[in-house]
Protein backbone atom coordinates (compact mmCIF):
# COMPACT_ATOMS: atom_id res chain seq x y z
CA UNK A 1 0.00 0.00 0.00
CA UNK A 2 1.87 3.00 -1.18
CA UNK A 3 1.36 6.53 1.19
CA UNK A 4 -1.00 8.19 -0.68
CA UNK A 5 -3.50 5.57 -0.14
CA UNK A 6 -3.19 5.37 4.00
CA UNK A 7 -3.30 9.07 3.93
CA UNK A 8 -6.47 9.04 1.46
CA UNK A 9 -7.76 6.12 3.79
CA UNK A 10 -7.50 7.78 6.85
CA UNK A 11 -8.45 10.93 5.71
CA UNK A 12 -11.69 9.64 5.02
CA UNK A 13 -12.45 7.66 8.00
CA UNK A 14 -11.48 11.30 9.82
CA UNK A 15 -13.77 12.73 7.67
CA UNK A 16 -16.93 10.85 7.90
CA UNK A 17 -16.64 10.20 11.83
CA UNK A 18 -16.24 14.43 12.06
CA UNK A 19 -19.00 14.45 9.88
CA UNK A 20 -21.00 12.03 12.10
CA UNK A 21 -20.07 13.63 14.98
CA UNK A 22 -20.71 17.38 13.74
CA UNK A 23 -24.54 16.50 12.73
CA UNK A 24 -26.06 16.02 16.44
CA UNK A 25 -26.59 20.07 16.19
CA UNK A 26 -28.09 20.25 13.27
CA UNK A 27 -31.98 21.79 13.41
CA UNK A 28 -34.73 19.28 13.63
CA UNK A 29 -36.44 18.37 10.24
CA UNK A 30 -37.77 15.45 7.91
CA UNK A 31 -35.43 13.42 7.28
CA UNK A 32 -34.64 11.68 3.53
CA UNK A 33 -33.07 9.03 4.86
CA UNK A 34 -35.94 6.70 4.39
CA UNK A 35 -36.26 8.63 0.26
CA UNK A 36 -33.18 7.97 -0.45
CA UNK A 37 -32.60 4.40 1.23
CA UNK A 38 -32.78 1.71 -1.56
CA UNK A 39 -29.88 3.85 -3.20
CA UNK A 40 -28.23 3.57 -0.08
CA UNK A 41 -28.29 0.13 0.26
CA UNK A 42 -27.28 -0.11 -3.40
CA UNK A 43 -24.31 1.92 -2.58
CA UNK A 44 -23.25 -0.18 0.33
CA UNK A 45 -23.59 -3.41 -1.23
CA UNK A 46 -21.43 -2.67 -4.01
CA UNK A 47 -18.68 -1.20 -1.74
CA UNK A 48 -18.79 -4.60 0.36
CA UNK A 49 -18.74 -6.75 -2.15
CA UNK A 50 -15.54 -4.28 -4.18
CA UNK A 51 -13.60 -4.92 -0.79
CA UNK A 52 -14.39 -8.75 -0.54
CA UNK A 53 -13.11 -8.89 -4.20
CA UNK A 54 -9.98 -7.27 -2.63
CA UNK A 55 -10.98 -4.82 -5.74
CA UNK A 56 -9.56 -1.84 -3.62
CA UNK A 57 -5.96 -3.31 -2.07
CA UNK A 58 -3.13 -5.51 -3.27
CA UNK A 59 -3.34 -4.41 -7.19
CA UNK A 60 -0.87 -1.09 -6.45
CA UNK A 61 -2.70 -0.33 -10.53
CA UNK A 62 -1.56 3.21 -9.83
CA UNK A 63 2.10 3.69 -9.72
CA UNK A 64 2.41 6.97 -11.91
CA UNK A 65 3.80 9.78 -9.59
CA UNK A 66 2.12 11.93 -11.41
CA UNK A 67 -1.41 10.13 -11.20
CA UNK A 68 -1.05 10.25 -7.51
CA UNK A 69 -0.09 13.18 -6.80
CA UNK A 70 -3.36 14.42 -8.61
CA UNK A 71 -5.26 12.01 -7.01
CA UNK A 72 -4.34 13.12 -3.37
CA UNK A 73 -4.96 16.93 -4.80
CA UNK A 74 -8.10 15.97 -5.97
CA UNK A 75 -9.24 14.84 -3.39
CA UNK A 76 -7.63 16.76 -0.90
CA UNK A 77 -9.63 19.93 -2.55
CA UNK A 78 -12.90 17.52 -2.44
CA UNK A 79 -12.91 17.09 1.06
CA UNK A 80 -12.07 20.81 2.02
CA UNK A 81 -14.79 21.93 -0.42
CA UNK A 82 -16.83 19.20 1.69
CA UNK A 83 -15.71 20.77 4.50
CA UNK A 84 -15.81 24.30 3.88
CA UNK A 85 -19.17 24.43 2.84
CA UNK A 86 -20.36 22.66 5.60
CA UNK A 87 -19.11 24.94 8.31
CA UNK A 88 -21.26 27.52 6.08
CA UNK A 89 -24.19 25.82 5.93
CA UNK A 90 -24.15 25.56 9.83
CA UNK A 91 -27.28 24.02 11.57
CA UNK A 92 -29.32 23.89 8.36
CA UNK A 93 -26.86 20.91 6.90
CA UNK A 94 -28.95 17.24 7.17
CA UNK A 95 -28.67 14.15 5.21
CA UNK A 96 -29.56 14.44 1.32
CA UNK A 97 -33.25 15.42 0.87
CA UNK A 98 -33.51 16.43 4.22
CA UNK A 99 -36.70 19.26 4.89
CA UNK A 100 -35.31 21.43 7.87
CA UNK A 101 -37.78 22.98 10.03
CA UNK A 102 -37.18 26.98 9.75
CA UNK A 103 -34.59 26.25 7.06
CA UNK A 104 -32.49 29.37 6.05
CA UNK A 105 -31.47 30.08 1.87
CA UNK A 106 -27.21 29.90 2.33
CA UNK A 107 -25.52 32.21 -0.37
CA UNK A 108 -22.49 32.45 1.73
CA UNK A 109 -18.81 30.86 1.16
CA UNK A 110 -19.16 27.99 -1.69
CA UNK A 111 -22.73 28.54 -1.75
CA UNK A 112 -22.11 31.85 -4.08
CA UNK A 113 -20.63 30.07 -6.84
CA UNK A 114 -22.22 25.94 -6.54
CA UNK A 115 -25.58 25.72 -5.07
CA UNK A 116 -24.79 22.00 -3.73
CA UNK A 117 -20.87 22.40 -2.77
CA UNK A 118 -20.90 19.33 -0.41
CA UNK A 119 -22.26 16.25 -3.16
CA UNK A 120 -19.60 18.32 -5.74
CA UNK A 121 -16.77 18.32 -2.79
CA UNK A 122 -17.47 14.68 -1.76
CA UNK A 123 -17.77 13.89 -5.87
CA UNK A 124 -14.46 15.51 -6.11
CA UNK A 125 -12.86 13.81 -3.53
CA UNK A 126 -14.06 10.27 -4.52
CA UNK A 127 -13.18 10.60 -8.18
CA UNK A 128 -9.41 11.68 -6.35
CA UNK A 129 -9.54 8.55 -4.95
CA UNK A 130 -9.85 7.12 -8.18
CA UNK A 131 -7.11 8.30 -9.61
CA UNK A 132 -4.69 7.97 -6.89
CA UNK A 133 -5.67 4.36 -5.55
CA UNK A 134 -7.59 2.33 -7.85
CA UNK A 135 -9.91 2.59 -10.88
CA UNK A 136 -12.13 0.37 -9.01
CA UNK A 137 -13.40 3.65 -6.79
CA UNK A 138 -15.22 4.87 -10.21
CA UNK A 139 -17.56 2.56 -9.44
CA UNK A 140 -18.83 3.90 -5.72
CA UNK A 141 -17.89 7.30 -7.28
CA UNK A 142 -20.70 6.90 -10.47
CA UNK A 143 -23.25 5.62 -7.80
CA UNK A 144 -22.26 7.81 -5.81
CA UNK A 145 -22.62 11.17 -8.06
CA UNK A 146 -25.93 9.33 -9.17
CA UNK A 147 -27.64 9.56 -5.85
CA UNK A 148 -26.28 13.31 -5.27
CA UNK A 149 -27.76 14.74 -8.83
CA UNK A 150 -30.69 12.81 -7.86
CA UNK A 151 -30.63 14.93 -4.33
CA UNK A 152 -30.10 17.90 -5.64
CA UNK A 153 -32.82 18.01 -8.27
CA UNK A 154 -35.05 17.27 -5.46
CA UNK A 155 -33.65 19.44 -2.87
CA UNK A 156 -34.28 21.99 -5.54
CA UNK A 157 -37.87 21.51 -6.21
CA UNK A 158 -38.29 22.05 -2.18
CA UNK A 159 -36.49 24.95 -1.66
CA UNK A 160 -38.11 26.41 -4.53
CA UNK A 161 -41.23 25.60 -2.92
CA UNK A 162 -40.01 27.46 -0.11
CA UNK A 163 -38.45 30.62 -1.30
CA UNK A 164 -40.47 31.02 -4.07
CA UNK A 165 -38.87 34.45 -4.54
CA UNK A 166 -35.63 34.27 -3.55
CA UNK A 167 -34.45 30.92 -5.08
CA UNK A 168 -34.79 31.71 -8.63
CA UNK A 169 -32.29 34.54 -8.32
CA UNK A 170 -30.23 32.15 -6.75
CA UNK A 171 -30.36 29.88 -9.20
CA UNK A 172 -29.63 32.01 -11.87
CA UNK A 173 -26.87 33.47 -10.65
CA UNK A 174 -24.80 30.02 -9.59
CA UNK A 175 -24.71 26.77 -10.84
CA UNK A 176 -25.99 23.22 -9.18
CA UNK A 177 -22.64 20.98 -8.92
CA UNK A 178 -19.63 22.39 -11.06
CA UNK A 179 -18.42 26.14 -11.04
CA UNK A 180 -19.40 27.99 -14.57
CA UNK A 181 -20.77 24.57 -15.62
CA UNK A 182 -23.25 22.75 -14.56
Known amino acids: MHAVEIVIFALWALFWLGWLAASFGNKPGRSGLTRGMGARVVFSVVIIVLFRLHAFRGRSLISDPWLLGIGLALFLAGLGLALW ?11 PMSQKSDPVLVKAGPYSVIRHPIYSGIILASIGTAMAVSPYWLIPTALLGTYFVYSAFMEERFMSERFPEAYPEYKRSTKMLIPFVF
Open 85 to 95: ARVNIGRNWGT
